[in-house]
């Protein structure tokens, strides 16, 4: 079974574009996440999609949204970029149904390299 | 109070070495507790994971020990090899139902160096 896909897999921007991310989720998985990982940090939680619903969010500027499509994948878009906004972003997702074992388990994509100049 | 703290921050071993990376949490909401393996340019790749009604997992030559009380768990690899050699990341997140999040909060990863 194919994982988590994204694309583009590299993106390079200039200050004050728009960037969109894409991402595919497992088949039969029916939540999306999406983390930023700063080089040499963690990855940092950014949303979370539910059935084409917005589940969570995390401490990021209003110029990031995101949005899930009805064959569960999803889309990252970031508005007026900044020079901090380069880093790996992640996609993230997960079944969320089933055992309790199972719940939580998110499969993480191999990232979107975003660096903005 | 969401923060994962993780130590150390690097790590090196010399093959067939037992490296241990530790994880302290303070949220008591939290009650899923997963490892990751991350290779450079590479997306973390899950190990495995544990809840707090069991104080140990083992699968294959991973371990997570898990201490309630002191909200505390941790990571050993057995008879470590280079091929073992990356950054490690503990995280943690709730369990809602329904219609709540349970994003993954992250430590700041440990880099195994695994000498041969």
């Known amino acids: 079974d194919a994982g988590v896909t994204q694309s583009p897999t590299h993106l390079i921007k200039t200050r004050g574009q728009q960037v969109t991310l894409r991402c595919s989720p497992i088949s039969g998985h029916k939540s999306v996440s999406w983390y930023q990982q700063v080089l040499g940090q963690g990855p940092q939680f950014i949303f979370q999609y539910y059935e084409k619903e917005e589940r969570g969010r995390g401490n990021f500027p209003d110029r990031f949204s995101a949005r899930q499509f009805p064959n569960y994948s999803s889309e990252l878009n970031v508005n007026a970029l900044l020079l901090g906004d380069s880093a790996l972003y992640l996609c993230?997702?997960?079944?969320?149904?089933?055992?309790?074992?199972?719940?939580?388990?998110?499969?993480f994509g191999p990232g979107t390299r975003l660096t903005v100049l | 109070q969401q923060q994962v703290k993780q130590s150390p921050q690097s790590l090196i071993v010399q093959k067939g070495g037992i490296p241990i990376i530790n994880c302290a949490y303070e949220n008591t909401a939290f009650d899923y507790f997963p490892w990751y393996q991350q290779f450079p340019g590479k997306g973390p790749a899950l190990l495995i994971a544990i809840r707090p009604d069991v104080s140990e997992k083992k699968e294959g030559r991973f371990t997570i020990s898990f201490n309630k009380s002191a909200k505390q768990f941790s990571l050993h690899i057995m008879d470590s090899q280079p091929g073992d050699s990356a950054t490690y990341f503990c995280?943690?997140?709730?369990?809602?139902?329904?219609?709540?999040?349970?994003?993954?909060?992250f430590g700041k990863g440990t880099k195994l160096s695994v000498i041969p």
């Open positions: 993230a997702s997960s079944l969320r149904t089933g055992s309790t074992s199972s719940y939580n388990e998110q499969f």
């Open positions: 995280a943690a997140s709730p369990t809602y139902s329904g219609a709540g999040s349970y994003q993954l909060t």
